[in-house]
């Protein structure tokens, strides 16, 4: 269930982060109050294909990953569906 429906109608940018790292997601969580858009937890290694739909639904322009290489790898970066 997508938790970022009712406050983020649309949304210009949307953070995309692991849990794995919470250092990364605390730090993104900030970045993404202060742009007002949401931040969706995703795996090390693939967007989960409700995330990409309710990236799409909310007519995102800019999706920023939160963490390095290591933490976030190129499928992510691509938005490859697990």
């Known amino acids: 269930m997508i938790t970022n429906q009712k406050p983020f109608p649309l949304a210009d940018a ?3 982060a692991t849990d794995s790292t919470f250092p990364d997601a ?3 969580a900030a970045l ?6 949401p931040i969706h937890l995703v795996r090390q290694d693939c967007v989960p294909l409700d995330v990409l739909e ?3 639904r909310q007519h995102v ?3 920023i990953l939160v963490g390095g290489e290591p933490t ?11």
Request: glycine share 10%.
């Open 54 to 56: 309710e990236i799409g």
């Open 14 to 16: 949307a953070f995309l």
């Open 61 to 63: 322009r800019d999706v």
């Open 72 to 82: 976030l790898n190129s499928n992510v970066m691509n938005l490859y569906s697990c």
């Open 32 to 37: 993404a109050g202060a742009r007002f858009a």
């Open 26 to 28: 605390l730090a993104g």
